[in-house]
């Protein structure tokens, strides 16, 4: 099979000519026919995560046809329509059982702990627990798009920050989590607040539904404009990005009782940022973390998409192929592109 292969951290990857995947027993192999480019992948392919193995295949936004199934797969078959969340369970242990593969102890990741969907093939594991129905009305584009951003967002914003009606949301980072972020608590009932330095994205994301918006490189300071238009503060407040200046801003622009989500990951020099702890302690502030979601949690989030009351192929910047991902996955840290870029052509 073609697929793009790095084989040393930080040097341009290239296309080549691979072994294709089999199925394990508990098992399947998937024909990729979407895949998005995450920011997430950056951060594999500049060495920033210790589980991957070199060479690598990138890629943990996919969405594509069943091709081969292992001989314990009782739920899936070939030709079936599927996605699956970016962390994958094993289906064993405590955090599984409780139904929480997003934080399993030996959880898999395509694009980290194996080979990933930058390719014609990939191989999933546990695939009756993993696996996800696509509806026949959703293209392969837009169900790519699910696996990591719009469904982090999701669960950041309905499970994890418990987002409201009438509730004031500042979202920090417009790329693919932020804006999917920005349509889901707006369609929930929510008051957005969108923060980036890109004006082209604050649009976008006003497109999307938000009230407001801050351009962080025209104002003074980005908290006080946030408590201002909120008068108070925000409710619940999301660090959509991974940065420790948006972190930081997310905690300190939350009103009493508020909750921060962060959603963007924090690697390598990022990983230990400061956080306004005198202001989380006095004003009993909550931080959570957001980890992807589970599958089984898809149903809700892909409800909503078929009612009409979210639109993630509004989110899809541009689709190109598996040759262009390359300078695609190599210049994310430019943050050029509005909207979420996805590999179509294999």
């Known amino acids: 099979m073609k697929a793009v292969v790095y084989e040393a951290f930080s040097k341009p990857p290239r296309l ?3 072994a294709d995947p089999s199925p394990e027993r508990h098992g399947v192999v998937i024909q990729v026919l979407g895949t998005g480019v995450c920011r997430s992948d950056w951060h594999g392919w500049k060495g920033h995560d210790p589980d991957i193995e070199l060479p690598h295949v990138p890629g943990h936004e996919l969405a594509g046809i069943v091709a081969e199934v292992g001989n314990d797969v009782t739920r899936w078959k070939v030709g079936d329509r599927v996605t699956v969340p970016f962390v994958g369970g094993c289906g064993a242990c405590a955090q599984c059982n409780s ?3 997003q934080v399993c102890h030996t959880q898999f990741q395509p694009g980290f702990t194996h080979w990933g969907s930058f390719a014609e093939y990939v191989g999933i594991h546990q695939a009756d627990l993993n696996l996800v129905a696509l509806p026949e009305s959703m293209d392969f584009a837009t169900a790519a ?7 982090t967002s999701f669960r950041a914003i309905v499970d994890q920050g418990n987002v409201s009606a ?5 979202v920090h980072g417009c790329g693919g989590v932020g804006l ?3 349509m889901i608590a707006q369609a929930i009932g929510a008051n957005v607040i969108a923060i980036d330095i890109s004006q082209e994205k604050l649009d976008l994301a006003r497109a999307l539904g938000a009230v407001a918006t801050l351009n962080a490189q025209c104002v003074a300071d980005v908290t006080e404009a946030v408590l201002e238009i909120t008068q108070g503060g925000a409710h619940v407040s999301l660090d959509a990005l991974g940065h420790p200046t948006t972190c930081f801003n997310s905690i300190n622009n939350l009103r009493r009782r508020g909750k921060h989500v962060q959603v963007g990951l924090m690697l390598a020099d990022h990983a230990t940022p400061a956080i306004p ?3 989380v302690i006095a004003h009993e502030l909550e931080i959570y973390g957001s980890h992807g979601m589970q599958a ?5 989030m892909i409800e909503m998409i078929t009612s009409g009351k979210l639109a993630p192929e509004k989110l899809v910047g541009k689709t190109i192929s598996l040759a262009q991902s390359i300078d695609a996955l190599t210049n994310m840290d430019r943050f050029e592109t509005a909207g979420v870029t996805v590999i179509t052509e294999f």
């Open 99 to 101: 139904g929480n593969q």
């Open 166 to 170: 009438g509730q004031w949301v500042a």
């Open 145 to 151: 798009s699910l696996g990591c951003r719009f469904a």
């Open 180 to 182: 999917s972020a920005v």
């Open 277 to 279: 702890m005198s202001k």
């Open 296 to 300: 089984h949690r898809y149903g809700a």
């Open 16 to 18: 080549m000519n691979v």
